[in-house]
């Protein structure tokens, strides 16, 4: 509950997650610890993500099914609803007169300065090498409520990929967490920090897919960042050969490379040496781009048919069709 701006529960003994994490089952044995049951409330689109050990209920909306199945079983005045993720409309009404403020959001991202989604794709473009976790008051604006606690850390420098970020910003979520709820249980009072809204930014989300195409005509540093930004766990940057039937291409394993000659911005996209295991490519800049993965649309590494002279390209069409619709994801999926 809120009152005199401070956030606390004075008899928790429940925790309800909604969405999905890959934590999940973490966060539940820190629960278990602190003798605070836990449940799953997930929407169809994200219940594929959730291990088979963990039980889970289904739900994509906040509707009076929702609402008959939690009251039935839970007290919400000692329930902590947390959001991972989860594709939910949460209307003011309802946060106020059902959730009772019990209602909080786990943010892999500085608040107010990263609100939205695309969490550490937006973070690679941008060079953003601060790791910050937040807990949130969830209100009916998107990432704007007053935030609880935070937990920053700075980004190793060997990370570079949004899997591997993805990996250590994991473990700083559980800190946070657990830190948070051992907090909560001792009945702490969290004095609440209302956001500067007017400092802030709000980050669309970013699909894989349609956003990851390449523009050559960018210099070389928002080159290999934009490379990778798509890394693993997505699929690729992605563009074409101005050779064969290839199809969509994907670059992975990408870093840019001083030591040969430099170039003229018309040059960019050319494949100018091949080496067994990997192919050098020209930028716009007096880089070079060292290349060890191109894959096909069927994930196969076809690195070794490229040829000298080659050049990736990407036709602007693609570009601009890939960025003219935002994207939208609900309890469903991705909205078309």
């Known amino acids: 509950m809120i009152k005199s701006k401070k956030f606390f529960i004075d008899k928790i003994k429940h925790i309800i997650f909604l969405g999905e994490n890959k934590n999940l089952k973490k966060l539940i044995e ?92 937006w973070k690679i473009l941008r060079e953003d090498r601060i790791d910050c976790q937040s807990v949130h008051i969830i209100n009916e604006k998107i990432d704007q409520g007053p935030i609880i606690d935070n937990y920053l850390s700075v980004i190793p420098k060997g990370l570079q990929i949004p899997q591997e970020i993805e990996k250590f910003s994991e473990k700083n979520l559980i800190e946070l967490y657990k830190k948070f709820i051992i907090n909560l249980k001792r009945k702490k009072k969290f004095d609440l920090k209302y956001q500067q809204i007017e ?93 060890e993965k191109v894959l096909d649309s069927k994930g196969k590494n076809i690195t070794s048919e490229i040829k000298i002279g080659d050049r990736f390209i990407t036709p602007p069409k693609n570009i601009f069709d890939g960025n003219k619709k935002r994207i939208f994801y609900n309890s469903k999926g991705l909205k078309s």
């Open 30 to 121: 820190i629960n278990e610890l602190l003798k605070l049951n836990s449940v799953v409330v997930t929407s169809s689109s994200q219940k594929s993500k959730i291990t088979k050990d963990i039980k889970y209920f289904v739900f994509n909306k906040i509707d009076e099914k929702f609402k008959e199945f939690i009251s039935k079983n839970y007290k919400i005045d000692q329930t902590l609803f947390v959001s991972l993720a989860a594709r939910y409309i949460f209307k003011k009404e309802t946060i106020k007169n059902f959730f009772k403020n019990n209602l909080v959001n786990f943010h892999n991202a500085r608040l107010p300065l990263d609100a939205g989604g695309g969490g550490h794709t």
């Open 199 to 291: 400092l802030g930014r709000y980050n669309p989300r970013i699909n894989s897919v349609k956003n990851s195409f390449i523009n050559w005509d960018i210099n070389s540093y928002e080159l290999i960042n934009f490379i990778n930004a798509f890394d693993e766990p997505f699929i690729g940057a992605s563009t074409f050969l101005n050779r064969g039937n290839f199809g969509k291409l994907h670059l992975k394993d990408c870093q840019l490379h001083g030591g040969d000659s430099s170039n003229h911005s018309c040059m960019s996209g050319i494949v100018s040496r091949h080496h067994k295991d990997w192919i050098i490519v020209s930028t716009t800049g007096k880089h070079m781009l060292i290349v």
